[in-house]
């Protein structure tokens, strides 16, 4: 995985902010879609979050624990 600190920064920021504009479009979606098109919206979004977090994400962490979001460190410790 990436070694570089700066590279590996802007990726976590990255990351970060596109799974924050996934979500919020997940709750304009929820209040403008039908309840079908909502729950294969939100699948899909799980879906990509989810690939994101194991192909990319989590890898990136181990390397560079320092960037980890606080809040996966919480929910670390509850499972």
């Not at 209040?31 to 192909?55: D, H, M, T």
């Amino acid at each position: 995985m990436i070694t570089s600190q700066k590279l590996a920064t802007e990726v976590s920021t990255a990351s970060e902010r596109f799974v924050e504009t996934l979500s919020k479009c997940l709750l304009e979606a929820q209040s403008s879609c039908s309840p079908e098109e909502y729950e294969q919206f939100k699948n899909a979004v799980g879906s990509v979050i989810g690939a994101l977090e194991i192909s990319m994400l989590w890898p990136l962490y181990r390397k560079h624990p320092d960037l980890e979001p606080e809040n996966l460190h919480d929910w670390k410790n509850e499972t």
